[in-house]
């Protein structure tokens, strides 16, 4: 069975950092991501991931978010520095079966930043 099990999350001050782990297992992924979603609002891309490491960001965290992975681990990270309110969301993991592209969302884990 895939499982995405996500870790990290908390509570931050402005301008703080935090590192997002998701350790995902049963099978071999090709892209892994990170969504978020506010309140109210719909689920939004972060950034995401492939296999050969070529990634992708939303405007809003170029510069301040890296995203990786350990492909021997099948363990996606998200380094969020220079943390803003607006990032306040639960964040997802996401990744997707090789060949069959099904794709799987971790739990959720909430990231709150302060003002």
């Known amino acids: 069975q895939v499982q995405l099990v996500e870790s990290g999350g908390g509570l931050v001050q402005a301008g703080g950092s935090l590192r997002l782990s998701c350790a995902a297992s049963?099978?071999?992924?090709?892209?892994m991501g990170w969504y978020h979603q506010a309140p109210g609002k719909q689920r939004e891309l972060v950034a995401t991931?492939?296999?050969?490491?070529?990634?992708n960001y939303a405007d809003s965290v170029k510069g301040r978010f890296t995203i990786s992975r350990d492909n021997a681990k099948n363990t996606v990270y998200l380094q969020m520095n220079n943390l803003k309110p607006e990032d306040t969301a639960v964040y997802y993991c996401?990744?997707?079966?090789?060949?069959?592209?099904?794709?799987?969302w971790g739990q959720g884990t909430q990231v709150t930043v302060s003002s």
């Open positions: 049963g099978s071999i992924f090709s892209t």
């Open positions: 991931i492939t296999r050969d490491g070529t990634t």
């Open positions: 996401n990744a997707m079966v090789m060949f069959t592209r099904r794709q799987y």
